[in-house]
Structures are given as structure tokens and as C-alpha cells.
């Protein structure tokens, strides 16, 4: 089946610590995202990749890193300078000129 | 640089009753609208789209949106709601070319009420 797949589905992680949010897909789509969500604040992105070794940054890319080594792959570290990581991370990827696909999601915790 | 806005954070609404959820954008080219639901710690899945063509657009689980381009609307319409359908609706925009990202508004809770 074609889809996004997000690992972990869920993620704790201390305070002072980079955590890495794995991003496949196999729906051979070039561009890919990742969205923050928070309760009452829709989705607000972070990073973006239109194209394998390209990216750009979304509204809120500090404290955010990426990496687009393959096209299947979109992995986003929250570094330790992210001073409120506790959020639900979504990835997608897209179509030229068609709707993005979701993944289900990883939920991020900081203890 | 495009916005959205629904206007609507939370719809309360009983089974088998009609349900208008609204959307407006801002844009300074044309669009493409969408709009997607999510259930409870999942991600979102996308209802319907507009692209070109038809303004009215029909999609899955019997929703159905019409775009007003002077209106720069594009409100999310059933005839008659189930209680399957209480969940999270968002509504985005993108510009009409290429694989720009969409944005999206803050969402409307639908609750449907037995």
C-alpha cells in the first residue's frame, strides 16, 4: 500500500536532549513538509523540501532541523534549542498541483 | 502570501441535522482550497479539493463545498450529519502552481450531538 509512515508514534524526550522524527513515504512524491499542531492553533509548518538535497524553512523552523538525503526520507530533529517541543509533529508529502497526503503522526513529549 | 480563516471554532449539532462549516481566505493569486478531518491523535485525511473547474466540489462521506471566488469563500456543507462525522475540519489554501505548502486555518470541532 502507498502511504506515510511516522516513527515513533509516540516520543518522550528530556529537557536538553535532540530527538529525531523519521518521515517515509512511497508514494514517489518530491515534496515533502512537516507541520507542528498545537490545540487551537491548526498547523503551522516548519520545514519544507520540494526537491532530494533542497529545503526550506516554514514559519517556525528554530530549534528545527532537516535533511533530504533520499526522496523517500524526511527525518526532522528537534533540537535542544526548541524551548516548547511538547506537540503533535505531522509529515506529508504532495503531488505536483494535488492535495498533500498525512502521515498518522508522532505526539512529542518532554518530561 | 495567503491566509484562512474559519470562522467557526466549535459547531455543536444534532444527528441527522444540516451543518455549514465556514471558511474564508486571503490571497493575492489564485488558489487552490482544500479542506481535510482529523479524528482524535491522528492525521488528517483529505475530504475534498478544488483544483479548477466546477465550483462545487463533492467529496467523501457526503460533504460538498462550494468555492465564491468574490466572496473568497469555500464553506464545507452535509445535508444530514452522523455522529461519525465529530471531529476536527480544516480548511487550506496554497497558490495554483507547483508544490507550494498549504496553510491552514486554526479548525472548526464539529460535535454531533445524539
Known amino acids: 500500500d502507498g502511504g506515510i509512515t511516522q516513527s515513533p508514534k509516540y516520543l518522550f524526550r528530556k529537557e536538553g536532549q535532540n530527538v529525531t522524527l523519521s518521515c517515509e513515504q512511497n508514494?514517489?512524491?518530491?515534496?515533502m513538509y512537516w507541520y507542528r499542531q498545537d490545540p487551537g492553533q491548526g498547523l503551522r509548518l516548519i520545514y519544507y523540501s520540494q526537491i532530494v538535497n533542497d529545503f526550506q524553512k516554514g514559519d517556525i523552523a528554530e530549534g528545527y532541523s532537516v535533511s533530504r538525503e533520499k526522496k523517500e526520507s524526511f527525518p526532522l530533529t528537534v533540537t535542544s534549542a526548541q524551548k516548547n517541543p511538547t506537540a503533535f509533529y505531522l509529515c506529508a508529502s504532495r503531488p505536483p498541483e494535488g492535495a498533500q497526503f498525512f502521515g498518522p503522526g508522532t505526539r512529542l513529549t518532554v518530561l | 502570501a495567503q491566509s484562512v480563516t474559519q470562522l467557526d471554532s466549535q459547531v455543536p449539532v444534532f444527528e441527522e441535522a444540516p451543518v455549514e462549516l465556514r471558511c474564508n481566505y486571503s490571497s493575492s493569486v489564485s488558489v487552490y482550497l482544500f479542506w481535510y478531518v482529523q479524528y482524535p491523535n491522528q492525521g488528517l485525511q483529505l475530504l475534498l479539493k478544488y483544483l479548477s473547474g466546477s465550483t462545487l466540489v463533492k467529496g467523501i462521506n457526503g460533504f460538498e463545498a462550494e468555492f465564491n471566488k468574490s466572496q473568497t469563500s469555500f464553506h464545507l456543507r452535509k445535508p444530514s450529519v452522523h455522529i461519525s462525522d465529530t471531529a476536527e475540519y480544516f480548511c487550506a489554501v496554497s497558490q495554483n502552481s507547483g508544490n507550494t505548502p498549504l496553510v491552514f486555518g486554526k479548525g472548526t470541532r464539529l460535535s454531533v450531538i445524539a
Open positions: 508514494l514517489n512524491h518530491d515534496a
